[in-house]
């Protein structure tokens, strides 16, 4: 069997769109070498091939060079508008390098909160390494349930002894990378204390440092919504689809793991590496179409079993500022210590 046999019975196979797009340009790129280069702002500049050890523009010819593949197999009819666009997308995605953009400058109060962080990462790094695991989370369960008791509560009535995941998904969220490659799903109801942790996360993010884009936009390749995660830490939207679909390829994307590649909405292609953590709500366990595994793969599930009676005011009487900076310099250790281990208190 040739390599186009074989691209053949794959591209016949697949499902969508996006998966055909994406085999087809695997097998475009395998002889090559190709860089894609984008500006600061992530516009792209150009698709360039590595010729007698020369960098030389090939976007035209690889667009060009696909067609004539598919025309080759019999799949001819399989070229649309549409599908080139895919597959430009695609190009660019799978060769996309990255220019790094400077974050924005801080507030006097969070330069103080960043310097206060620092000291908790030092402490992260060198005052906790050399505990046990046991002995890790009793010092930090003395100090959290000492100086900030009202959260320590609060965390601990809605998720018994995961309240130490609480604490690390906080320091994934402030750390500007995505080490994990995962989202966060957050199952429970309105009275179950799910809410109060979103609203939580908001107000240590801030809004400017925040998407609010729900799971079916970010999952459609061909829309632009995907843009707004450019610059931001973290992407909260409240709910879920009752039944998500979304591509193995776009998932990885979006979780950092390959560039992100949309269009504006004026028709640009815009690509970056995510770093925008996904964190949504779910009434309950959603069930996706499509690859069930791969889609649960990759999420961290947190589960707030228990119904509190209804109290307008809870979040302000718990929430105090002097409490949530404390939460905040204990999320450092925590999150810390999942990076040593390489997992998350699941």
């Known amino acids: 069997m040739t390599e186009h046999d074989y691209l053949k019975d794959m591209l016949g196979s697949a499902k969508d769109m996006e998966t055909r797009a994406a085999l087809l340009v695997n097998a475009l790129l395998l002889p090559r070498r190709v860089i894609s280069i984008c500006d600061k702002r992530g ?23 696909a067609r004539d593949i598919l025309k080759n ?40 909160l960043a310097d206060e962080i620092e000291e908790a990462m030092c402490l992260g790094l060198m005052g906790y390494r050399h505990y046990s695991d046991e002995t890790h989370d009793k010092v930090v369960e003395k100090i959290f349930s000492t100086y900030a008791p009202k959260i320590y ?7 018994g002894d995961r309240w130490k995941l609480l604490l690390e998904i906080i320091g994934y969220i402030m750390y500007p990378d995505y080490e994990f490659h995962k989202a966060i799903m957050l199952v429970g109801s309105e009275n179950s204390g799910k809410p109060l942790f979103m609203r939580l996360l908001i107000d240590l993010v801030e809004p400017r440092n925040m998407a609010s884009i729900g799971f079916e936009e970010l999952a459609d390749s061909g829309s632009s919504a995907a843009a707004g995660l450019y610059g931001k830490l973290a992407n909260i939207y409240p709910s879920l689809p009752r039944h998500p679909h979304i591509s ?92 040593r281990r390489g997992s998350f208190s699941i």
């Not at 197999?73 to 649309?80: K, S």
């Open 43 to 65: 516009s792209v500049v150009g698709v360039f091939c590595l010729d007698n050890g020369r960098w030389v523009l090939c976007g035209e010819t690889l667009v060009r060079e």
């Open 248 to 339: 193995e390829e776009r998932f990885k994307a979006l979780l950092g793991e390959n560039a992100l590649c949309t269009y504006r909405e004026h028709g640009d292609l815009f690509c970056f590496m995510n770093r925008a953590k996904l964190i949504y709500g779910a009434e309950e366990f959603p069930e996706p179409l499509g690859d069930a595994k791969a889609f649960w793969k990759r999420w961290i599930v947190v589960e707030f079993p228990n119904e509190f009676p209804a109290d307008p005011d809870i979040y302000e009487k718990t929430f105090t500022k002097k409490e949530i900076k404390i939460v905040v310099k204990q999320s450092i250790p925590m999150f810390m210590r999942a990076l």
């Open 73 to 112: 197999i019999g799949f001819e009819d399989m070229w649309t508008p549409g599908f080139e666009r895919e597959v430009r997308r695609k190009i660019v995605e799978k060769t996309f390098r990255e220019i790094p953009e400077p974050y924005p400058p801080l507030t006097p109060e969070q330069e103080k």
């Open 153 to 159: 509560r609060a965390f601990s009535s809605w998720v």
